[in-house]
């Protein structure tokens, strides 16, 4: 098996050029792109995903605020080497070794919903459901969801069945006098959630910690008193798991991957890992907003992480593989989007790595979809 990394990859030795979405006080580098032999690109439509020569050259399924909108809110990678995009308003899509991407979908618990918040326990995958009260006209803090339907709150993905089964609902969780909940944090075993009320006209938020009466593949889809453990806590506690934590406390497999990176420039990175719990955020300036955003995954063979205008960073071996490039960190870009366009999320399985792109409008998004790249190509050529 050849072990050289192929022209369109090169090892760290110096910073790289970010543009678009990145800061102006990214540091400049030579620009190296995925050659285009070995990608294909994917629009978002009101049924599922189609190819498309180019993000631009696809159709705009919807122009909606971004909680409203069809786009990849989060990605990631189970244990066993398969991928997922969780897609808002739409479903999941889902990557295994040597297959095409196949959409699970299920338009009752996806149309009225914003999706996120996806992680793993035990081997399968979980994400949350809730309405943004601010743009999603179903909405309201006044209305009684809990008694009036079951409104799903924490969600299964099946994939054997390529079904979504709730496991959690908003009753569940006692919300009896309405509300929505805002965040969410899981720490693998424990939940602590953000919740938006009505009170007296003014908008309250209060916060709960609850707890599953055994494991999360075991409850019982049906709302049922005594399924879970649940109290109040407080907003610092919630904002212990939520808020940025300093890059230089993120796990030493994260900093040694970015660490050409100069001093001087600010990003964050969402990292989440195969197994356990929500995803974490760290910073390198926690006080500074607007941030230079990256996606982060650790898995046990690999860590990548890619930033918004495609630079990616991989140190470690595929799925089935040996280590790549001698063991070193693996740097590549992926296709130059338009300008207005950004990479979002992404998930690897096995050869395959799948990133999620959008058009940005201030607060909507326009054209969304996703792209496939053949890592194995990428990183070790052919064998």
């Given at each position: 098996m050849k072990m050289n990394v192929k022209n369109t990859v090169?090892?760290?030795?110096?910073?790289?050029?970010?543009s678009g979405c990145l800061n102006k006080n990214a540091p400049e580098n030579i620009p190296l792109s995925v050659n285009t032999k070995f990608h294909q690109w994917y629009y978002f439509t009101a049924d599922g995903f189609q190819k498309t020569s180019l993000p631009q050259a696809s159709e705009i399924a919807s122009l909606?605020?971004?909680s409203e909108s069809f786009r990849v809110s989060q990605a990631n990678c189970d244990s066993n080497g398969n991928g997922y995009l969780l897609v808002n308003r739409l479903g999941a899509v889902f990557f295994e070794e040597g297959k095409a991407p196949v959409l699970f979908q299920d338009r009752q618990l996806f149309s009225e919903n914003s999706a996120s918040n996806?992680?793993?326990s035990e081997g399968e995958a979980f994400f949350t459901l809730s309405k943004n009260t601010?743009?999603?006209?179903?909405?309201?803090?006044?209305?009684?969801?809990?008694n009036t339907q079951e409104r799903p709150f924490l969600v299964r993905i099946d994939t054997p069945s390529r079904s979504f089964f709730p496991v959690l609902t908003y009753s569940d969780i006692s919300l009896s006098y309405g509300g929505e909940i805002t965040g969410t944090y899981f720490d693998g075993r424990t939940f602590i959630s953000s919740v938006k009320t009505l009170e007296n006209g003014k908008t309250k938020f209060t916060f709960l910690k609850y707890t599953p009466k055994g494991s999360l593949s075991s409850l019982s889809?049906?709302?049922?008193?005594?399924?879970?453990?649940?109290?109040?806590?407080?907003?610092?506690?919630?904002r212990k798991h939520s808020s940025p934590s300093p890059f230089s406390s993120s796990p030493k497999r994260l900093t040694e991957l970015l660490n050409s990176l100069p001093?001087?420039?600010d990003f964050s990175v969402t990292l989440k890992n195969t197994e356990g719990s929500s995803p974490r955020l760290y910073a390198t300036n926690p006080e500074q907003e607007n941030l230079t955003e990256a996606k982060a995954i650790i898995a046990p063979e690999w860590i990548c992480a890619v930033f918004c205008d495609g630079t990616v960073y991989f140190r470690g071996a595929l799925k089935d593989r040996e280590i790549a490039g001698n063991s070193k960190t693996i740097a590549f870009k992926l296709p130059k989007l338009p300008e207005g366009y950004v990479y979002t999320d992404f998930c690897i399985s096995y050869?395959?790595?799948?990133?999620?792109?959008?058009?940005?409008d201030f607060y909507k998004t326009g054209r969304s979809g996703f792209i496939t790249v053949d890592l194995g190509e990428v990183l070790y050529g052919k064998d």
């Open positions: 090169f090892v760290i030795i110096s910073a790289f050029l970010f909606k605020p971004w996806m992680f793993f601010f743009f999603n006209p179903e909405a309201s803090l006044e209305e009684n969801f809990s889809p049906h709302s049922q008193k005594g399924k879970i453990d649940i109290e109040e806590t407080t907003k610092e506690e919630y001093k001087n420039f050869d395959t790595m799948a990133a999620g792109w959008e058009e940005k």
